[in-house]
């Protein structure tokens, strides 16, 4: 891929996927909610290990932590501040809300949990919520940048695998700061982005798809049979592990082959997944609007309802950053 150059099967795979983030938040039917969660957290992890551009070298290595700690980590604390102060009409700098504010940004847990007893315990500590997602990737791609800047690639593979199975381990018995447990327990996602190359111009990508539907389609069927639940990496439900693992991947290759057929260079789906992370921000701010689109009891329309006024806002504030730009051109 030449620099500058885009992927547009990717574009159109993450344009589904953040379409479907927004549907599984807004219908609260497992057979609906499942499915989608089964993969679509990972498969953004995944991607983002294929599209990322690793390091060569520690000075290349240290600026880009830095500009990805702004491009991730900032805008996750600002959701939170703009969140609270707005919702629940507190100041966040405030003595009586300061150790809330500060236990909720350290854990950035996805779901509000009980802190455990190695932390002091007793004390509820509340969600940072879709925010978490920002917060773990910073910290497992660049942990992982890190270690295949340093190490052979079979080296990196195992250490993966490894830190996936202790990430899983230690989520049952405590929730680690930062949410470093989902950390680990992502890592080889990351690997399998960066490493495994998925080829659109393959003569069997029919085949393939298929195989990954029907993988997909049995081990989630397996997960909801012995479990009623499916993998939610927020709460930490590693269903079945490592059998959710494979679940998340085969949904991920079936999307990934579902995009092949559809990608269009200016089609909406590649457009709003090359826009994903301003969507991303949008519905993580959308709580501010909830009345707008909880006006009914049918969680279906609610759902269509958010989708439109997410899409409608995404819409405005790209029109908006384009005047800027050609302003700020201009202006030159």
Same mark, same amino acid.
């Given at each position: 891929?030449?620099?500058? @150059?885009?992927? =547009?099967?990717?574009?159109?795979?993450?344009? &589904?996927?953040?379409?479907? %983030?927004?549907?599984?938040?807004?219908?609260?039917?497992?057979?609906?909610?499942?499915?989608?969660?089964?993969?679509?957290?990972? $498969?953004?992890?995944? $991607?983002?290990? /294929?599209?990322?551009?690793?390091?060569?070298?520690?000075?290349?290595?240290?600026?880009?932590?830095?500009?990805?700690?702004?491009?991730?980590?900032?805008?996750?604390?600002?959701?939170? !501040? %703009?969140?609270?102060?707005?919702?629940?009409?507190?100041?966040?700098?405030?003595?009586?809300?300061?150790?809330?504010?500060?236990?909720?940004?350290?854990?950035? +847990?996805?779901?509000?949990?009980?802190?455990?007893?190695?932390?002091?315990?007793?004390?509820?500590?509340?969600?940072?919520? /879709?925010?978490?997602?920002? %917060? !773990? $990737?910073?910290?497992?791609?660049?942990?992982?940048? =890190?270690?295949?800047?340093?190490?052979?690639?079979?080296?990196?593979?195992?250490?993966? &695998?490894?830190? +996936?199975?202790?990430?899983?381990?230690?989520?049952?018995?405590?929730?680690?700061?930062?949410?470093? @447990?989902?950390?680990?327990?992502? /890592?080889?996602?990351?690997?399998?982005?960066?490493?495994? *190359?998925?080829?659109?111009?393959? @003569?069997?990508?029919?085949?393939?798809?298929?195989?990954?539907?029907?993988?997909?389609?049995?081990?989630?069927?397996?997960e909801f =049979?012995?479990?009623?639940?499916?993998?939610?990496?927020?709460?930490?439900?590693?269903?079945?592990?490592?059998?959710?693992?494979?679940?998340?991947?085969?949904?991920?290759?079936?999307? *990934?082959?579902?995009?092949?057929?559809?990608?269009?260079?200016?089609?909406?789906? *590649?457009?709003?997944?090359?826009?994903?992370?301003?969507?991303f921000c949008?519905?993580?701010?959308?709580?501010?609007?909830?009345?707008?689109?909880?006006?009914?009891? +049918?969680d279906v329309?609610?759902?269509?309802?958010?989708?439109?006024?997410?899409?409608?806002?995404?819409? /405005?504030?790209?029109?908006?950053?384009?005047? !800027? @730009?050609?302003?700020?051109?201009?202006?030159?």
């Open positions: 891929m030449k620099n500058g @150059d885009r992927i =547009y099967w990717i574009d159109c795979a993450k344009g &589904i996927t953040i379409l479907l %983030v927004i549907i599984g938040h807004s219908i609260y039917n497992p057979m609906v909610r499942g499915p989608i969660f089964s993969f679509h957290m990972p $498969l953004f992890f995944i $991607l983002s290990g /294929m599209t990322y551009k690793w390091s060569k070298d520690i000075i290349e290595y240290k600026a880009k932590t830095l500009k990805a700690f702004w491009h991730l980590i900032i805008p996750a604390i600002s959701i939170y !501040v %703009v969140t609270t102060v707005l919702l629940e009409k507190s100041d966040v700098f405030l003595k009586s809300n300061l150790l809330a504010s500060v236990l909720t940004l350290f854990f950035s +847990s996805g779901v509000k949990f009980s802190l455990p007893l190695f932390f002091g315990g007793g004390y509820i500590v509340n969600a940072l919520g /879709m925010p978490w997602f920002l %917060v !773990v $990737l910073f910290f497992a791609r660049s942990i992982y940048d =890190y270690l295949q800047m340093k190490i052979s690639k079979r080296l990196v593979m195992i250490i993966c &695998i490894f830190l +996936s199975f202790i990430g899983a381990i230690i989520s049952k018995y405590i929730w680690l700061p930062f949410s470093f @447990d989902i950390v680990l327990a992502i /890592m080889l996602y990351l690997y399998i982005g960066a490493n495994v *190359c998925i080829n659109k111009n393959t @003569d069997n990508r029919v085949f393939k798809c298929t195989m990954a539907f029907i993988i997909w389609v049995f081990t989630l069927l397996i =049979y012995f479990t009623q639940n499916y993998l939610e990496l927020a709460s930490r439900e590693y269903v079945l592990f490592p059998l959710c693992h494979i679940t998340a991947i085969a949904g991920t290759l079936f999307i *990934c082959g579902i995009s092949n057929v559809l990608e269009k260079k200016n089609s909406i789906l *590649c457009y709003l997944g090359r826009h994903s992370l301003y969507i949008i519905h993580a701010l959308d709580k501010l609007w909830k009345p707008l689109y909880n006006m009914t009891c +049918s329309a609610n759902c269509m309802f958010r989708l439109m006024i997410d899409l409608l806002i995404f819409v /405005m504030i790209i029109w908006l950053k384009k005047q !800027v @730009d050609e302003k700020y051109k201009k202006g030159i």
